[in-house]
């Protein structure tokens, strides 16, 4: 019987579906492979929020599928425990970002190729994977052609605000959108909020001095979508 099996208390009627060489390769490919993944996040990691917590999970998480499948084997009854198990399982952190999800994806999907001893679809899923992302990263994919904002602008109860700015948006941006109206400071002003777009080479100070000079010089905020809420 393998030593590694008898170290771990198999029985003569459990199929051994690995050697000890093969956990140990199957291991240590499943580490490095998903050390490229983890190097290829943080390379092309754009967010505002950055996790080393999240990156050393990634690694653990690779690794860890591997034995598992592994350990599964051809075992159907073990397949269906361990699947039992992993339902219970429930994630206590939020992900900040959407792509974080197709990062935990992609550590498992190596993890399992390595598992199934598939390795040379391990490394060539890593490899091109890697590649796409980091082209996407580099050349900036599917980026919008020009910033979106969120403006808030304050102005007096008796202000007309449609007729005020309507000359500014018509010429500073591309799109408007009013979000909200709120009563502020007693009911001594209301606050605007909107969604809009600007246009072409026109810049966010000139679109804030001109509602300025239409608002009494009341406060006026403009900041980027993407960090609204950070």
Request: glycine letters at 6%; hydrophobic letters at 50%.
């Amino acid at each position: 019987m393998d030593p590694l099996s008898d170290l771990l208390g198999a029985s003569s009627t459990t199929p051994i579906v690995a050697t000890s060489l093969e956990l140990v390769l199957a291991i240590g490919l499943s580490f490095l492979l998903t050390l490229i993944i983890a190097f290829v996040y943080q390379r092309t990691h754009s967010g505002a929020i950055y996790s080393q917590d999240y990156v050393h999970t990634l690694i653990i998480l690779g690794t860890v599928v591997t034995v598992i499948i592994m350990g599964i084997g051809q075992n159907v009854a073990a397949a269906f425990g361990i699947f039992a198990a992993f339902s219970i399982i429930r994630f206590r952190r939020a992900l900040p970002e959407s792509r974080d999800v197709g990062f935990i994806f992609f550590a498992m999907a190596v993890g399992l190729a390595c598992g199934s001893q598939s390795y040379a679809l391990a490394v060539i899923t890593t490899v091109l994977v890697s590649l796409f992302v980091w082209l996407m990263w580099r050349f900036d994919l599917f980026a919008a052609q020009r910033p979106s904002h969120l403006l808030r602008v304050r102005v007096t109860p008796e202000l007309d605000y449609d007729v005020a700015f309507a000359e500014t948006f018509e010429t500073l941006a591309e799109r408007v959108r009013l979000q909200r109206v709120e009563s502020v400071q007693a009911g001594m002003m209301l606050e605007l909020r909107y969604a809009l777009r600007l246009r072409e080479g026109a810049s966010a100070r000139a679109l804030v001095d001109a509602l300025q000079q239409r608002n009494g010089n009341n406060r006026v905020i403009l900041t980027s979508a993407m960090t609204e809420g950070d």
